[in-house]
Every structure is written in C-alpha cells, then in structure tokens.
C-alpha cells in the first residue's frame, strides 16, 4: 500500500519586542524567575492589558511579507482554560478575526525545486509561563517571566507531503521572520517553535485522513524525526487495520517518540470570545503601506538578485541568503573582491561556513571579517597564491585573526611567478631525472604529473600553476 | 435645612471652619456608630484616614487645595487600594491587601480626599440587595429590616446616613442607580470609558462603568471632574476632553426636550413609585423641559441580553481566582484539580457561582451563536433604539426601580425576581450611556429614586438637570431617622429629621 503524507504546521514565533504584548514588562530570557512579570503579567485583580503597538506593527510586517491579507479591523479573544502558568485563566489570542490572512511562502527543496506553501492566518497572542515539575521536591513551580511575551502564531496549510519539506518550509519561516527583525529564530530559548499536524491517506486519495498534533517540537531536526515516527506509527495503525485517533501527541526527543496528551474527547472547550478588555485592532491603508515600504529586502527578492547581479545559480544564492547576516558578508567579502563573485560564493559557503560550523561560532561573531576574507580573494586573483594555497592561508587567518598578506609574507607562501625562476627549478628536474623523461617522451603521457609533482615540491608548492604547466609542455 | 453636602464641607473646609483632621475624626466616630446597624463598611482605614487628613489640611493651609481636598470618601471594595484589604465582598478575596491603587482611588486621592473605608458590596458586584455579600448584609438606613440595593448597596447606605459625604460605587448593570434610589441619594453611572476601569475588580468589562453617589448632582459633578478622563492603562477609556460640568449645573432648562420611556411605565411598576417619578414632570416642565413621550422598542429585551453577555464575561473575568496567586486557598489540596474546586467552591457564594456556570453555558461549543452572539445583535439594535430616541430629545426619563427598597431574604430564593429589579437600569449599560438617579419623593417612608439618561458623553446635561430639579425640590437633602444630617465636629452626635 502507498500512502501520503499530510503536514501543517503551526509555528509561534517570538516577536522581538522591548516589552511584553499586554504589559510594560521586559521580554528578556534568562532572568531570575518571576522578576520580569508586572501586575498585569501576573492576572492581579482589576488591571487591564494594553496592546503594544511594536508587536502588532511585527505581525503587519509579516503579512505583507507573505503576501497575505493584512485585516483591516482583526479582534483580540480570550482562550478560557485553567492551567497555574496561565495567571488569568484565559490567553489573550485572536480567533474569527486575525491580523494576517492567506499568504503563502514558496520553499525551495534538496533537488531544487520550488514548493508553495499556504499560509491559512497568522495571529497575534500572549504566551504562557513555565511550569517547572522538576527539582522542587513534591511541588511544581511557576515561572511567570515568559506570561505575556508576544508570539505570531502561523498556521500553514496542509500543504506538505514529507518531513524534509515540512522542515524546508519552518527554515524559510525562521530566516523569513529574521530578515524581518520580528523574532530572534532562538529555538533552545523557545523563541521559535512548532506544532505539526500530521495525517496519512492513500495515495491519490482526496480526502485528508484522520490528523494528529504533534507539540512540542523546538528544533528542526527534532521536527524531521518526530514527523517520520508519527508517519510510521500511522502507516502501521492503518495497516494492521485500525484507525488513526484524532488527539494531540507529545514528542519526546529523548526517547524518539511520541504519546498521547490527550484525545478529541478529552480536548477543551476554550469558549472563545471577543475580549472586552480591548478595542478592535482597526488600520488605514496609509498604515499598512508605510508598513510596507518600511519591509527590509526579503529572502526571495535578494536571492533573485543574487542570481542576476552575481551570476550564481539559484541553489548557490539560496543558500546564501538563507540568513541575512550571512547574505551581507557574501556581499562584503564580492564587494572587497569584486572580480570573483561566484569564488566568493565557494568560499563563503565552503571553508569559511565549514569554519563557522566547526567551531560553533554565530556568524555575528566570526573572527575572520569579510574584508578579511575578501582580502584573501584578492591574493587568488591576482595569482599571488594558488587555491591551494589559499586554504593553508585561511586556516592561519581563521586562527589568529591576521591578514592575508601578513600571513603570505611571513610563510612565504608568495606565488612563483617569474618564468626565469621557474624554468631554473625545470632544468634542474630534468637533469636529475634522465628515465623519466626518456619515458615521458617515447609516449608515456602520465608522466605530466610527476614533473609537475616535482616543480611543486621544489618550489613548496609555490609555483604558479599555469606559468609550470606552459614552461614544461615547453621544456619536455 | 442643614444638610452636607460635598460642597457645603468643601467651602467649610476652605473658610477653616474645621479641619479637615476634625471632619475626618466625625466620619470615623459616625462609621462606628452606625457599622453595627448598617454593616455599610468592610474595612476602616482609621489611622491612615487622619494621616491622610494631615497631609490634606496642610494643603488647605497653603492654598494648594481643590474642591475634595481634605473630604472624607468611602470606596466601594470593588476599587484596589494599595496596601488596604480589597475584598469585592467575597470570601475569595478576603484575605488580599491589593499591591496598587485603582486609577479612580489614585485621581481622588491625588484630589487630596481622605479614604476613611471601604464599602460593603454584593460579592464581585453580583447581586442587587447586597446580600450576597460574604460580610453579611448591608441594611438599609430608612428602615433596617430592608435592603439598600445593590450592588453598590454599603456605599448607598453609607451615604445615606451621611458617614461620609460620598462613595465610590460601581454599576455593571444597576448596582449605582439601583441602590442610589432605594437609599434616596443620587448616583450617577458615566458613560463607558468616560472613568477608568483600571484597579476596579472586573465582572462584566464591556458593562462595568465607576461613578460616584453622592448627596447632590452638584456633589455629582464635582467628584466626577476629578475622576473622569483618558487613562492608558484602561484601552476602553476614552479619549475625549472632560467639561467643566460644575460650570453647567445651572444653565436653564428652556427647551430641554425630555423623553418619557413608555417601556418603563407599564405593568410590573409600582404605583406609589410611578406616581413620585411622574410628579417630577411637573417640576421639569416648569423649568422649561419640553416633555414627550418616546418608545424603545427592544428596551424589554434587556434584562435577558444582559444576563448572557454579563454571566458570559464574568466566567472568564473570574478565572484569575484559583488559589494559586492570592485570594482564598483551600486547605491541603492533593493535587491542581482539587486545588481548583475547592478553591473556587469554597472562596465563591452562590450567585456568583450561579452566574459562572450561566457564563460558561452560554459561551460553550454549541451554544455560543444562540446565546452570547444572539445576545450582542440584540444589545445593537438597543444601542440603535436609544441613538435613534436621541435623535428626538435629549433626555430620557424613567423610574429607577420598580418598587421601594423590600424587605432582606424577600427575594434571596428567587434569583428571576431579583434580576427584574434590575429591569429599568440595564438598557443603559448595554448601551453604555450615561444615567443617574436621584430622589424624588417617598412612598411609606422609603425613598423613591427617578432615572435620568443621557447621550454618549451628555454628563454635564444629565447632571445640570439633576441639580435645576435638585434646587427645586429638597428630597435629596432628606436623611434617615437616627443618622446626622448637619455636620458640627466636636458637637457629638446629632440627630437628623428623617421622612415620616
């Protein structure tokens, strides 16, 4: 039997404000707990939300992104459930009416290809606290820092058919919402995380089959496996003839698996409502297109350009501007080493993203400055060093941080350009290799390379490869 | 007649006829005469009352004074007081000292008035006899075995036996006018978003409006200058400039075009109400109000619309009472589903109870498009029919109640009939319009209140015509028997006149 995969995702991105969505309060990680929570934050009697104007500027800005439907008039609504990390007793969200409506993110895959993903809405909400059930003995403790921080909820559509896509589709996301400067993509700090609907049906069939919710998903590797097990657990269900239970199932990445949280049955009645606490979100066109020409070149557009205006290929330029941070040091390094674009394009995403992965370095804080880097470009096309050479260059550069032409200079690693010097090194080869040559010149064409091998020893690699091929065609 | 009013200790005060350390030591000595018959206070802030009459008196020394500096008030325990017991009148918040002040405290104490307590109320506001408040009953001044209304039930009373010259209160659905009416003083409920709501205990957001009751629409007028305006932490505070309304109180009636309501005068209305309510007629129209009559159509619908959409907000206002943050905490819970439901079972009275449960009905999977949505077309088209009548007057006027104050645990069975008391005053919170009470006349002994509403914003209109009639008739200078009507610190205790 083949079966199809069904897949929506449900990311929360973290916007990026000063304070929280309802309150005055910082949104700042990592602080002692319950110091960043304020009247309002903590539910106390009487006090009251007021919107914060930055994070509903974030969602507008998103939409457009998108190319969704920013809603003229959205309206805020209170989700009613009880649960000690959530001090109201309901979570101020959005539901009939959200900010953004259907847009849609296209999503290059591993072969190439382009998948457009639907975007059915993204909304505006307050987030939880933490409750901590570890390490107090016999009691569960609240953390009321992270209640009220503003979070984008998008739901996609169920348009993906593999967990390779699904994850493709939550990358564009993460570096959308990162172009965008409205969420920091911190996924250890839960600043973007997902929930994945996941169903199965025959293939060809057009009705989706039974889905469940997987939660808890704050990784993209975690998103992969967790989806793949799901498919799994589904396809046998199926296969063994019973049927897939429609309930939200909790990813434990410890494990690899995941298990129930609870069935359609069991699920609340969140008796949603318009809150009356706070006025209809209402925006006039002049909003939404200062909103607009304030959007910062997106991944889509820059990547375009860096086909047109660099001549890389789409994979190449996507690759690059998959963050915005690594697409403006691509540009600095061309920019030092105009003449290169595409070995710009190679070193970037090669030694120098090899560098950074390996040491676990953020390219914010990379050592190696792209002028530095374009510095070393320069010495390969001018033929000071060789490619070659160049590698044994950056490891020094990436090490102590140096220039260049500081590290060439002091190994000596300068290119052997002069034909005199050069031809020196050949007739001494010759000389002491009579055989060989004989070899060489009844036929043996192989023979090429040991020269070569020879020239290259002699000079320490130095010898500038062009000028060493042409000397010897000449000399042998 | 020797009747205080706000105004009256004002201008006392401001002449140095007494301090305001001397008013403040009268209020206090009168709250603890009374609180045994009244039950009108929760809590007395006695020490921090003088400390604050100090502050206040020094003020008036140096001419850095306003109209309330050195007053005495009482706030309804709805409004948080930092570091004062704020109750709501319920067990649930019995034990919880709020951390910060509600911006109406805050606006008048920056006013420099004196908080000498907190008044009793119908636990979170629900109810309209004060009995369902966990501090046990207020009782009414004019006749003990009767209620004073409510919710705002001690702050009516408390004003009625002049403990203090005004009170807070608060009015979701009535609980201003309602209990301004059967205690015979005047309350006013300001239009929605004209007072801030911030630090007031919420139970219905979209309905709950502060306002004051006070002894006059002049008194009316004066406390709401100082608690009225814009206020960014209230997003449903409106940002439109408060009047001068003391500078309109007496502008003439001529040409006033008064609506009569024809929904409120018909069966259900006790005569010996109707009959008061209709004499102030006469008195308007010798003013120079033009009177007619007007019909909203769809006001009948308002006691219905009203307990779906106010249940409805208030079982999820109330979720923030769970035991885990402050308020009532049962005791050992063995794990948070049993924290939960005794918490709540325990902390909260029948009415309230009642009223969650009608809110979580009605906003259910299911149910929510035939009640809480059906409710909020049916709260436009009332909104419509009251623009509409504003069209043709400026306006309208009715009774306040259906009956005189009745007797305590007369309707406590009955939750149906003690909702229909609220029938008069609904339409304008659904509305969200202004509206007052104030006394006009008596039937066996108790006062009869009769109802004002206004436009969005027509305040200063509601009150200039509630101090003309106020000027003509002397109803609202009337007190109690047993309770001081004139104010004379050090004399000791006086006795009013009361209306027999």
Redesign the interface.
């Known amino acids: 039997m083949e079966w199809e995969t069904v897949i929506g995702l449900e990311i929360h991105a973290q916007l990026a404000t000063r304070t929280k969505i309802f309150s005055g309060s910082p949104t700042a990680y990592g602080a002692e707990p319950n110091t960043q929570a304020d009247?309002v934050d903590?539910?106390?009697?009487?006090?009251?939300?007021?919107?914060n104007g930055a994070a509903v500027r974030m969602a507008v800005q998103f939409g457009l992104a998108v190319g969704a439907k920013v809603a003229r008039r959205s309206v805020f609504a209170?989700k009613?459930y009880?649960y000690?990390d959530l001090?109201?007793?309901?979570q101020i969200s959005q539901y009939e009416l959200p900010i953004v409506a259907g847009g849609h993110l296209d999503v290059m895959l591993e072969d190439g290809s382009v998948k457009r993903v639907g975007i059915t809405r993204a909304h505006l909400e307050e987030d939880a606290g933490k409750s901590l059930h570890e390490g107090h003995a016999g009691v569960?403790a609240?953390d009321l820092n992270r209640a009220g921080t503003p979070l984008i909820e998008i739901v996609s559509e169920p348009d993906m058919r593999s967990a390779k896509e699904a994850v493709a589709y939550m990358k564009k996301v993460h570096t959308l919402v990162r172009y965008l400067g409205i969420c920091d993509g911190n996924m250890q700090e839960g600043s973007f995380r997902c929930d994945a609907n996941v169903s199965i049906r025959r293939k060809g069939a057009e009705k989706y089959g039974t889905r469940a919710e997987l939660k808890n998903l704050n990784s993209f590797r975690f998103v992969e496996k967790a989806i793949n097990h799901e498919v799994g657990r589904q396809i046998e269900i199926m296969e063994s003839g019973g049927q897939v239970k429609q309930e939200t199932r909790l990813y434990d990445s410890d494990r690899d698996e995941t298990r129930s949280m609870r069935s359609k049955e069991e699920a609340n009645?969140y008796?949603?409502?318009p809150d009356?606490?706070?006025?209809p979100v209402v925006f006039d066109d002049a909003f939404i297109e200062a909103q607009r020409a304030a959007l910062p070149e997106l991944p889509d557009q820059k990547a375009a350009r860096f086909v047109t205006q660099y001549g890389l290929s789409a994979y190449d330029a996507q690759l690059l501007t998959a963050s915005s941070e690594l697409a403006d040091y691509y540009e600095q390094v061309v920019a030092e080493a105009p003449a290169e674009p595409k070995l710009a394009a190679n070193w970037v995403m090669g030694d120098f993203s090899a560098a950074l992965n390996k040491d676990g370095i953020d390219i914010g804080k990379s050592r190696l400055t792209a002028v530095q880097l374009g510095g070393l470009l320069l010495r390969i096309s001018d033929d000071t060093i060789s490619g070659k050479l160049a590698k044994e260059v950056f490891e020094v550069m990436w090490a102590d941080g140096s220039n260049a032409d500081v590290v060439i200079e002091a190994r000596g690693l300068k290119q052997i350009t002069d034909s005199g010097a050069i031809e020196k090194v050949i007739d001494e080869i010759i000389a002491a290799n009579p055989k060989q040559l004989a070899d060489f010149r009844s036929g043996k064409d192989k023979l090429f390379g040991f020269f070569v091998g020879q020239a290259m020893k002699a000079t320490g690699g130095k010898a500038n490869p062009a000028l060493l091929n042409d000397l010897l065609k000449k000399k042998l | 007649m020797a009747a205080e009013t706000l105004a009256r200790l004002s201008a006392g005060l401001a002449a140095r006829q007494y301090s305001s350390v001397e008013l403040t030591r009268e209020a206090l000595s009168r709250i603890d005469r009374a609180q045994p018959q009244l039950n009108a206070l929760v809590t007395v802030t006695a020490e921090r009352a003088l400390a604050t009459a100090a502050v206040a008196d020094r003020r008036l020394a140096s001419g850095e004074s306003g109209p309330l500096t050195g007053v005495p008030i009482i706030h309804k325990d709805i409004?948080?007081t930092s570091g004062v017991l704020?109750t709501?009148g319920s067990k649930m918040?019995s034990n919880?000292v709020?951390?910060?002040d509600?911006t109406v405290v805050s606006r008048l104490g920056a006013a420099g008035m004196v908080m000498v307590g907190k008044a009793n109320m119908d636990e979170f506001a629900m109810g309209s006899s004060n009995e369902t408040s966990w501090f046990g009953p207020v009782h009414n001044p004019w006749d003990l075995t009767r209620v004073p209304g409510g919710s705002s039930g001690g702050s009516a009373a408390a004003v009625a036996a002049r403990l203090a010259p005004l009170a807070t209160a608060t009015d979701t659905g009535g609980s201003i006018r309602q209990p301004a009416a059967l205690c015979g003083v005047t309350g006013i409920k300001p239009t929605y978003g004209r007072v801030s709501?911030?630090?007031?205990?919420?139970f219905?957001?979209?309905l709950d409006q502060a306002g004051v009751i006070t002894v006059s629409a002049e008194d009316a007028a004066l406390t709401l200058q100082a608690m009225a305006g814009f206020d960014?932490?209230?997003?449903?505070s409106v940002d439109v400039e408060v009047p001068d309304y003391r500078a309109s109180l007496d502008a003439p009636l001529t040409g006033l075009k008064v609506g009569i309501l024809k929904e409120f005068f018909g069966a259900g209305l006790a005569p010996e109400v109707e009959g008061p309510v209709r004499e102030t007629l006469a008195v308007l129209r010798k003013l120079g109000a033009v009177v007619r009559e007007v019909s909203l159509p769809s006001l009948p619908l308002s006691v219905p619309t009203y307990y779906v959409v106010a249940p409805?907000?208030c079982?999820?206002n109330?979720?923030?009472?769970?035991g885990?943050?402050?308020g009532h905490r049962c005791e050992n819970p063995k794990d948070?589903q049993d924290l939960?439901q005794r918490s709540r079972a325990e902390g909260f009275g029948a009415e309230v109870k009642r009223r969650i449960m009608t809110g979580?009905y009605v906003?259910?999977?299911g149910y929510?498009d035939a009640y809480?949505l059906k409710a909020q077309k049916v709260r436009a088209l009332i909104n419509a029919d009251f623009i509409r009548a504003f069209g043709e007057v400026d306006l309208l006027l009715g009774p306040t109640t259906p009956t005189v104050a009745f007797g305590l645990g007369d309707k406590t069975s009955d939750p149906i009939t003690m909702y229909l008391n609220d029938i008069y005053t609904i339409g304008a919170n659904l509305a969200g319009l202004p509206a007052m009470s104030i006394p006009c006349g008596f039937a066996g002994g108790l006062p009869v209140g009769v109802q004002l509403i206004g436009p969005h914003f027509g305040e200063a209109k509601l009150l200039n015509a509630a101090h003309r009639f106020q000027q003509e008739t002397d109803w609202h200078l009337r007190g109690p028997t047993g309770y001081a009507t004139s104010f004379e610190p050090g004399a000791g205790p006086t006795s009013g006149r009361g209306e027999k």
Not at chain 1, 42 to 47: A, H, T
Not at chain 1, 87 to 90: A, F
Not at chain 2, 197 to 202: E, H, K, L, P
Not at chain 2, 318 to 322: G, P, S, T
């Open positions: 009247l903590l539910g106390y009697p009487g006090v009251l939300p007021v919107l209170r009613n009880f000690p001090p109201k007793g309901y569960s609240i009645d008796r949603y409502f009356p606490d706070l006025l | 409004f948080c704020t709501c918040l919880f709020s951390p910060y509600a709501r911030y630090g007031m205990i919420a219905a957001s979209s960014a932490r209230d997003s449903t409805a907000e079982s999820s109330l979720a923030r009472f769970d885990v943050r402050y948070l939960y979580t906003l259910s999977a929510y809480y």
